[in-house]
């Protein structure tokens, strides 16, 4: 399998939105769990959402539950995040991954995301 690839961030005001994408390869994303995870400057990697690949459930961390949203189309084997109401905590590198556990492999680029004014 190829690396993730992971684009859609940039800058944005508070209160904007964006939507990420996450280029997967060699995966039947059907089978499996997905997840989205970001790292801030000097934090630990952290999950944002998953989504269970065995009834489709999806699970969010408090700090953005209401404002992000998973989701995937499996014909061109691509996740997406879909953030709304942007607030600068939300400022960091975001990736993607095809496990909502670990152990993880290698992680791809990422794409940064800056909430500012």
């Known amino acids: 399998q190829l690396p993730h690839v992971e684009s859609g961030g940039g800058l944005v005001q508070p209160g904007g939105s964006l939507r990420l994408s996450c280029a997967t390869s060699g995966y039947t994303l059907d089978d499996y769990d997905i997840g989205w995870f970001r790292q801030a400057p000097g934090k630990e990697r952290e999950r944002v959402s998953c989504m269970r690949s065995s009834d489709g459930s999806t699970q969010y961390a408090d700090s953005v539950k209401g404002r992000f949203t998973i989701s995937k189309d499996i014909d061109v084997n691509t996740i997406y995040l879909q953030m709304n109401s942007l607030k600068p905590e939300d400022t960091a590198v975001y990736y993607c991954?095809?496990?909502?556990?670990?152990?993880?492999?290698?992680w791809g680029q990422g794409t940064q995301v800056t909430v500012s004014s």
């Open positions: 991954a095809v496990r909502c556990d670990p152990p993880f492999g290698s």
